[in-house]
């Protein structure tokens, strides 16, 4: 019989987490071939919390309390995934929040994505099924769908439609293997960066619609400008695609300089210095783009693929040149040459840069 433990960190939840620890177990008849524990991670509540918690183990053999210190969100995760490691030896963790918001009866269904083959399943609002309350205010909806649209653009991965919320179930392989990653994040943007180390290690990512519901007891703990900026801050970081983009606008302008000294300036044949500026910006991009934007996959100088690399680099890039060049061509023949500029910033914006992202990352910088 495999093990499942239930993390749920709380600080003052004394009016939620009765109700949460009976629901929980509950679930034990509907997923008969797994042994559930539940663990809560309490930051020394002021409520009474973890003394409700003692009362209801006596009542329940696998309900498990580590009292810590409170450090946010991320460290009292941290804190329990090494307690279950020790006591329990879960096959998988569940996260949960205690305040009423994650409804445990949908734990049988993220134990049957990870049955079915996923390593990390994600349960989202935001696709057909899911809901947020009725009765948020317009700034935490704008907070809530506006972090989870900036996050999925950023990283390039619109399939997964939720990255915050904190109900969740993953393989214990990969929480073990998350330690010394996650152990740098202690606000709610631990979720995020979660999801994230995931996809680079090659998890198998999988989704369940849940209906997020308003919280009946106590406050809730998200400071809205602290989540928000760490949010940012971590995309911005850690974001191949974004980095992408800001290497594509240093190559347009050592293109643009160079055209600009050369046809301008110094009066040399358009075509030699065009050639000279377009490779310029090509050498450039792939060298900021090999050690920077994707430096998680990068191809060594050493490994033999470097040249290879940068002359395929130089085939999607000579395919980018063709498809803007054509695509003016074909706008300024129907609307005029006018407004060519628009033309061009909306070719490279919503072709060209697409593009040329998916297809580095097919066939140049590939995960390893």
Do not use: C
């Amino acid at each position: 019989m495999r093990k499942v433990v239930v993390i749920a960190p709380t600080f003052n939840e004394k009016g939620n987490i009765e109700k949460l620890i009976e629901q929980i177990f509950e679930q034990s008849k509907n997923i008969p071939n797994w042994e559930i524990h539940l663990l809560i991670v309490d930051s020394y509540s002021k409520d009474g919390t973890a003394e409700t918690v003692r009362r209801l183990q006596k009542q329940y053999k696998y309900l498990h309390l580590l009292e810590t210190e409170k450090e946010g969100l991320g460290k009292a995760y941290i804190r329990g995934f090494k307690y279950a490691e020790e006591m329990i030896n879960p096959y998988l963790m569940i996260q949960i929040d205690a305040d009423g918001q994650h409804q445990p009866n949908r734990i049988p269904e993220f134990i049957k994505k990870i049955e079915n083959g996923a390593d990390f399943v994600i349960g989202t609002r935001y696709s057909k099924g899911g809901s947020i309350p009725q009765g948020w205010g317009i700034h935490r909806k704008i907070l809530s769908i506006g972090a989870n649209f900036f996050i999925r653009l950023g990283f390039m991965k619109l399939k997964i439609t939720e990255w915050t919320n904190g109900y969740r179930a993953i393989k214990f392989w990969l929480v073990k293997n998350a330690y010394d990653y996650l152990k740098n994040y202690s606000g709610y943007v631990f979720q995020v960066a979660f999801i994230d180390f995931a996809l680079k290690n090659k998890a198998v990512i999988d989704e369940i619609p849940v209906d997020f519901k308003e919280r009946k007891f106590g406050i809730s703990k998200i400071n809205a400008l602290q989540y928000s900026s760490q949010t940012i801050f971590y995309v911005l970081a850690h974001s191949s695609f974004i980095k992408f983009v800001i290497v594509g606008l240093i190559g347009f302008w050592i293109d643009f300089g160079i055209s600009y000294l050369g046809i301008q300036r110094m009066h040399q044949a358009v075509w030699v210095i065009t050639l000279l500026s377009t490779e310029s910006a090509i050498i450039s991009n792939f060298i900021l783009n090999n050690f920077w934007s994707f430096r998680h996959k990068k191809i060594e100088v050493s490994s033999g693929g470097f040249l290879p690399g940068f002359l395929k680099f130089n085939l999607v890039s000579s395919g980018s040149i063709a498809i803007q060049t054509i695509g003016m061509q074909i706008l300024v023949g129907f609307f005029g040459r006018k407004l060519w500029y628009l033309y061009k910033i909306l070719i490279i914006a919503f072709i060209i840069i697409p593009y040329s992202y998916i297809l580095y990352n097919k066939f140049i910088w590939k995960s390893k």
